[in-house]
């Protein structure tokens, strides 16, 4: 006899919302099939790469190209004078500003490209390149921000009037021939007056490095133009192919809908590949110029010193409290170094992201932030890794500035954070410098952590190691790095976030087919996370029809519906809102026509997870997978044939996910080599989709954050030669240097998401770099750190140990 299939049975088959669904992309990632955009070869293409510049700033007074035009299999060498005529020798950058696509008479980074050499293979265009002759005179370079603001020389002579005037940039006036903005959140005047008058104020200044996000697979593109029918297709690795679209379509005068951008499988992106490149515009001219596809494919160098760095900024903060601890006002002000051009990928309205995020999970009343943004002989980009818009800096900086402030209150830095956070009922919660936080619990959050991890009797191993060591009993110091974040993601609200005019809704298009499966796509486009695992999932509970069921496509952008793409952990709040809601019409029609086939009202009907019921009579029901039949071929009165629908879905506001993470770790003085002994971390993204997948983003996030905070940096000496621009050099880490994370987790929905969920991809990597950074400055915080600068390598550790007189 067979078991009767029960409700739970049910829900099972669906593998929908909180079920740890094995992610569908990794059959084909692990067997070496997948399909990414150096596996694309088409007949007769031929293959780009750049002229780089060795110097960071230098007049380019000639650039001979006949050697390199007689080497074998070089058909063309690129350079600005050619892309002039076209208009094409500058483009848009996403920030307001413009960038030269070929050095136009000057160069302005190490790498920067000079010239684009053509040829039939990658080899030949090698050849070529070392062929061409570039003539530079060099120029004084500068790779400090507040050398730049005071020098007098000038870096972007395109942005100096004739009489010698400053005219104002993208976002308001310039100081400065080297500044870019100055942006500013809060009221300065009433934040001055409380910190002037404090009882107690904690000052602190911090540098958070330039790092780089290195994605296993460098940036690339192929462009084809079609001549015969005007249409050209571009494949490459884009985070936000549709807006690659529109940038394509303005910049080059080809309309849009004949171009059609395809992003292929990624190989990690980490915001990387938000921004447009050189390439990009170099393959498509040298596509229509030979009339052949062009390949265009990075080394690991290329991609290290001249695409999209991260973060770059120096920060000065003032922190003011009562003597009990209650924090009155924070003010902060950053000197942010753009590089050359600034090419960061922000909101229109954002020139420095979110960084007036940096009251942090804190009830703050009165807070001031100042940016100012600068010019330096650094690559352009800015705004990428693991954090598009600046959270992590602001996460690093309050939570370094609430560690400064324990020590200066002689107080316990979880403590501390208890006493100070946004309570429950406080939400949704307006702070000082403008968001509205949409939902939090951190007190039950800090306490399960701190439970979790035994906080008391950490710190009282730790009070006993300081006995130790100043006994001479051991040489290892003990750290206890806490770090409690609010992270904002889900841009977002079209009033308020735009990329070059482009409101960042997003969007879903379902499609039913007769047999009860489905194809949906969206406007966002994985790079690893499980898009095609967790949408799908979302659809299986919302439309009633089992996941496995359910095809995700994205990145294609003749198919997929109009969208901003995945970055700032986007694609769950926005466009995962918008499959919800598209989801939702499905099964408002499927109501319908399952009233109709039941011979009963609309409304006499309710579902019930994978089937309409008859209100009151359980055993009459239509299934979704009947539904979906009847709409091809039954015909109803009233309704049109198929089953089909759309949803573009412009959130009401961001999503603040949230966490709590401690890691505990033990610092050899002698050696300057940290182990981390063990790491918590606790996240709140609101309904979790499927758990794996979130703790995979969790330990990815983490592992990134281990890396900048504990040696990844992309460092230039004072001529401005990148000093890590290889693997060699520039710190990857392994499973060698990797801890067990330990995972957990509160739920608390976002109440303005149509299933509740908040952002994840990101968290880990805000909240773990303070967390690590907090246990190295903990562990030396009985012998009288305050602080330190990342990267904590072994040498800066080693360095602060002796700084303290420990090896005395
Ligand atoms: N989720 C779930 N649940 C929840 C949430 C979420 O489940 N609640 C899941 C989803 O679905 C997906 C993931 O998780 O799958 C994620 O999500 P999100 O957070 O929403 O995010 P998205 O948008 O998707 O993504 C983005 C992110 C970012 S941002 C980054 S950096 C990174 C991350 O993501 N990247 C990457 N992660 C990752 N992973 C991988 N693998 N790879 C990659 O690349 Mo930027 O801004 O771009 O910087």
Redesign the pocket.
Known sequence: MKDEVTREDRVANLKGLGCSRKRVEDARFTQGKGNYVDDIKLDGMLFGDFVRSPYAHARIKSIDTAAALEVPGVLAVLTAADLEPLGLHWMPTLAGDKQMVLADGKVLFQGQEVAFVVAEDRYAAADGIEAVEVDYEELPVIVNPFEALKSDVVLREDLVAEDGSIPPGAHGPRKHHNHIFTWEAGDKGPTDEVIANAEVVAEESMYYHRTH?C?LETCGCVASMDKVNGKLTLWGTF?APHAIRTIVSLISGIEEHNIRVISPD?G????NK?GAYPGYVCSVVASIVTGKPVKWIEDRMDNLMTTAFARDYHMTGQISATKEGKITGLKCHVTADHGGFDACADPTKFPAGFMNICTGSYDIPTAYLEVDGVYTNKAPGGV??????RVTEAVYFIERMIEVLAIKLNMDAAELRRINFIRKEQFPYTAALGWEYDSGDYHTAWDKALKAVDYDGLRAEQAQRVEDFKAGKTRKLMGIGLSFFTEI?GAGPVKNCDILGLGMFDSCEIRIHPTGSAIARLG?I??????A???AQILASEIGLPADSITIEEGDTDTAPYGLG????????VA?AATAMAGRKIRAKAQMIAAYLLEVHDNDVEFDVDRFVVKGAPEKFKTMKEIAFAAYNQAIPGIEPGLEAVSYYDPPNMTYPFGAYICVMDIDVDTGVPEIRRFYALDD???????M??E??VH??LTEALAVALGQEIAYDDMGNVKTGTLMDFFLPTAWEVPNYETDFTVTPSPHHPIG???????P?VGGVPCFSNAVQDAFRPFGNTHTNMPHDHWRIWRTANELGLHD
């Open positions: 996000p994605p985070q990624i990690g992106g980490f915001g938000v990428s890794y693991r954090c598009s818009f993601v966002t994985s790079q690893g996370q499980g898009h695992t967790t949408f995945t970055y700032g952990s986007r694609s769950t709040p995962g993204c609101g309904t979790r989709i499927n758990p997948i979130i995979g983003q990815g996030g969920a908040k952002g994840v991809g990101e968290s990597h």
